[in-house]
T-cell receptor, first 109, second 116 residues
Framework: QQPVQSPQAVILREGEDAVINCSSS?????VHWYRQKHGEAPVFLMI?????EQKGHDKISASFNEKKQQSSLYLTASQLSYSGTYFC??????????FGAGTILRVKS | EPEVTQTPSHQVTQMGQEVILRCVPI?????FYWYRQILGQKVEFLVS????????KSEIFDDQFSVERPDGSNFTLKIRSTKLEDSAMYFC??????????????FGPGTRLLVL
């Protein structure tokens, strides 16, 4: 069963912040976040492991709440280059990733 | 920086024809995957491959699909008799350590398959 992402789409101005959520009804081992630009391959952003950790680099960070089986991706002081579709991929067992439907992020100048 | 490569970048075929999509995973990676993405939709898992055999496959991966590692570097996806609904972007991915459930999967640039 695929994870549920919200919102479906968000439009920001440069410098604004955004939060993208990913939730699952299943117990997860990990959550993987990817960004995909139109016509390109998904680019790995980060992995969140069960245990409720939080990670980040630059102005993009994420958290994983194991009890709620929910992960959130935080984009602060957004830049034009952040535009794209953000997918969360979840791992329940095995190695396959089950992706959410994606969140379209558009940053305007 | 090492990367996953895929060929061809685009493939147009007639319905019923066989196609082979090729991938060269990152050289020290041991776990390989195929995913597909129908235009405008999410990325869907097809199959994972480790130690020369299929590790896991989705319900999409029916008898029309097969995977092979014909030599030490290539990893292929064959669709025996293509259907219109096979039109999609096909992504190959690889990861380093199959023993870890938290390994990063690196995606190739994709092959856009169009079945007419």
């Amino acid at each position: 069963q695929q994870p549920v992402q919200s919102p479906q789409a968000v439009i920001l101005r440069e410098g604004e912040d955004a939060v993208i959520n990913c939730s699952s009804s299943k117990a997860l081992y990990s959550v993987h976040w990817y960004r995909q630009k139109h016509g390109e391959a998904p680019v790995f952003l980060m992995i969140l492991l069960k245990g409720g950790e939080q990670k980040g680099h630059d102005k993009i960070s994420a958290s994983f709440n194991e009890k709620k089986q929910q992960s959130s991706l935080y984009l602060t002081a957004s830049q034009l280059s952040y535009s794209g579709t953000y997918f969360c991929g979840t791992q329940e067992y095995g190695n396959k990733l089950v992706f959410g439907a994606g969140t379209i992020l558009r940053v305007k100048s | 920086e090492p990367e996953v490569t895929q060929t061809p970048s685009h493939q147009v075929t007639q319905m019923g024809q066989e196609v082979i999509l090729r991938c060269v995973p990152i050289s020290n990676h041991l776990y390989f995957y195929w995913y597909r993405q129908i235009l405008g939709q999410k990325v869907e898992f097809l199959v994972s491959f480790y130690n020369n055999e299929i590790s896991e496959k989705s319900e999409i991966f029916d008898d029309q699909f097969s995977v092979e590692r014909p030599d030490g570097s290539n990893f292929t996806l064959k669709i025996r008799s293509t259907k219109l609904e096979d039109s999609a972007m096909y992504f190959c991915a690889s990861s380093e350590d199959p023993g870890s459930l938290q390994e990063t999967q690196y995606f190739g640039p994709g092959t856009r398959l169009l079945v007419l």
